[in-house]
């Protein structure tokens, strides 16, 4: 059993034991179709990216700290993302993405899907000015057998070389958590990574 299933099972139990309140998370990308600077998937990960997270339950207390390096290749239509991970309690982890491009929907918006070994099926996402809403479901192993919960990720870029990412963790539709990344490229990637993933200090 992974800590993160540890600590997302224990959150789903207290949050069931407790009167649960409707989630926060937005829903409205196309509303963000104006902002800049515009979000391309494909440019802002090619090459390689650094991210540093935190884990936060529902009432807004820190979980888990974790830091990511990430390496981005393009083909086509497909972008694959190799994501190596580093917890602050030694656990290591990897997820390679693989996110292919399906163009613009009838409203405009750019659709993108993608498949990931620990994922549940397959993602989907939207992008709309400087904005993704990405959302999927995975089975996390606990004590008490497997949870499937489902991640609304929104990654907000700010720059050229900073995006902000919040995902809002849920169970049934109640919100059990929350994860908190920034993502840095480029210059600053470069002036700062790759991140040691060999030691949490």
Same mark, same amino acid.
């Given at each position: 059993?992974?800590?993160?299933?540890?600590?997302?099972?224990?959150?789903?139990?207290?949050?069931?034991?407790?009167?649960?309140?409707?989630?926060?998370?937005?829903?409205?990308?196309?509303?963000? *179709? #104006?902002?800049?600077?515009?979000?391309?998937?494909?440019?802002?990960?090619? !090459?390689?990216?650094?991210?540093? @997270?935190?884990?936060?339950?529902?009432? #807004?207390?820190?979980?888990?700290?974790?830091?990511?390096?990430?390496?981005? $290749?393009?083909? @086509?239509? =497909?972008?694959?993302?190799?994501?190596?991970?580093?917890?602050?309690?030694?656990?290591?982890? $990897?997820?390679?993405?693989?996110? =292919?491009?399906?163009?613009? !929907?009838?409203?405009?918006?750019?659709?993108?899907? #993608?498949?990931?070994?620990?994922?549940?099926?397959?993602?989907?996402? $939207?992008?709309? @000015?400087?904005?993704?809403?990405? $959302?999927?479901?995975?089975?996390?192993?606990?004590?008490?057998?497997?949870?499937?919960?489902?991640?609304?990720?929104?990654?907000?870029?700010?720059?050229?070389?900073?995006?902000?990412?919040? *995902?809002?963790?849920?169970?049934? !539709?109640?919100?059990?958590?929350?994860?908190?990344?920034?993502?840095?490229? #480029?210059?600053? *990637? *470069?002036?700062?990574?790759?991140?040691?993933?060999?030691?949490?200090?």
């Amino acid at each position: 059993m992974t800590r993160l299933g540890q600590v997302i099972s224990s959150i789903f139990t207290v949050v069931l034991a407790a009167v649960a309140l409707a989630g926060c998370a937005p829903n409205n990308v196309a509303s963000l *179709a #104006g902002n800049t600077p515009a979000l391309s998937l494909e440019e802002f990960f090619e !090459g390689e990216t650094v991210a540093y @997270g935190i884990f936060e339950d529902r009432f #807004g207390s820190l979980k888990r700290q974790f830091r990511v390096n990430i390496s981005g $290749t393009v083909e @086509g239509d =497909t972008l694959t993302l190799d994501e190596d991970f580093l917890y602050d309690d030694g656990e290591k982890a $990897t997820r390679v993405w693989t996110i =292919t491009n399906k163009g613009a !929907g009838a409203d405009g918006l750019m659709r993108y899907s #993608g498949t990931a070994e620990d994922i549940d099926g397959e993602a989907s996402g $939207t992008v709309a @000015g400087n904005a993704l809403r990405w $959302t999927y479901s995975i089975d996390l192993i606990t004590d008490d057998g497997t949870i499937n919960v489902t991640f609304d990720d929104w990654i907000y870029q700010q720059d050229e070389h900073v995006a902000i990412n919040r *995902a809002y963790v849920s169970k049934f !539709g109640i919100e059990i958590g929350s994860v908190t990344l920034v993502f840095l490229r #480029g210059k600053v *990637a *470069a002036a700062v990574g790759p991140l040691n993933l060999e030691q949490w200090s």
